[in-house]
């Protein structure tokens, strides 16, 4: 069954699947506004256990407790990317990424979704790694205190960039162990330009969130951010393809209502 056509045809949305699955379907979700329950049943379900989902059982517990009246909803925020020719805008769920980390979802796509759910990501590195050819990428950040200005982060080669919703991507790799999706800003983890064999060595503690103590890690908040390389190359965000670089990345305050 789609989606209705406005929000006095449900009471509340069930979506059944992972991370692609939730995020195809955002628009939809945050023109309606209605209660959504992510049921995590894909090959990546960190969305769901950042709602404290982590497997069916749970959703069915947090089901009954919505359908008692027991105010288990909360609203959180979207990530928010905005190409900057077209104008075309694409909501994200959890993390947001260039570099790397898109090679990589690239080919984990391909693989089955048994095997994406068993460790797809992890296979995945060292061939990504081998033909990888770091981009030279510039981000600036919005100010703190004045709004609508935008200071210089970074102008440099790196390895990946992840914008962070939520701490958790790649099938439990904790990229931002601080992020918040209450919190109205996007965390930011870049990882510098690095021998390829320094990467795999650190690649372990990205698990543990341990990362964040390492030289040539870069970690920090903001509300929007400019996303620029010199030449356009993927974009992806929640494992899927969205668009290529330059980019503008937001986040949109309480815009998506979820049943946890």
């Given amino acids: 069954m789609g989606m209705p056509a406005d929000s006095s045809q449900a009471d509340a949305i069930l979506i059944f699947g992972g991370d692609g699955t939730v995020h195809r379907h955002l628009p939809d979700l945050v023109r309606l506004k209605l209660p959504v329950l992510v049921v995590p049943c894909g090959s990546g379900n960190d969305f769901a256990r950042a709602l404290g989902l982590r497997s069916v059982t749970h959703a069915v517990a947090a089901w009954k407790r919505f359908l008692a009246g027991s105010g288990n909803?909360?609203?959180?925020?979207?990530?928010?990317?905005?190409?900057?020719?077209?104008?075309?805008?694409?909501?994200?769920?959890?993390?947001?990424?260039?570099?790397l980390d898109g090679e990589v979802a690239r080919r984990a796509n391909k693989f089955p979704r048994w095997l994406r759910?068993?460790?797809?990501?992890?296979?995945?590195?060292?061939?990504?790694?081998?033909?990888?050819?770091?981009?030279?990428?510039?981000?600036?950040?919005s100010h703190?205190?004045?709004?609508?200005?935008?200071?210089?982060?970074?102008?440099?080669?790196?390895?990946?960039?992840a914008f962070a919703n939520t701490p958790v991507y790649g099938g439990g790799m904790r990229i931002a162990p601080k992020a918040d999706f209450t919190d109205g800003k996007l965390d930011v983890c870049v990882v510098g330009n690095m021998s390829k064999t320094r990467l795999l060595r650190l690649f372990p503690s990205v698990y543990s969130g341990n990362h964040l103590s390492l030289d040539g890690v870069e970690y920090f908040q903001a509300e929007r951010l400019r996303v620029s390389t010199k030449e356009p190359i993927d974009v992806y965000a929640d494992g899927e393809y969205v668009c290529q670089t330059p980019i503008e990345v937001s986040v949109e305050s309480r815009a998506l209502r979820v049943i946890v």
């Avoid at 990530?79 to 994200?92: A, M, Q």
């Fill in 117 to 141: 759910a068993n460790g797809g990501y992890a296979l995945c590195l060292p061939p990504a790694l081998s033909t990888f050819n770091p981009p030279h990428a510039e981000l600036l950040a």
């Fill in 73 to 99: 909803v909360q609203k959180i925020d979207l990530g928010v990317i905005t190409e900057s020719v077209s104008n075309g805008i694409h909501y994200f769920a959890c993390i947001a990424g260039i570099g």
């Fill in 144 to 161: 703190p205190e004045q709004p609508g200005e935008f200071v210089p982060k970074l102008s440099q080669p790196i390895m990946l960039a």
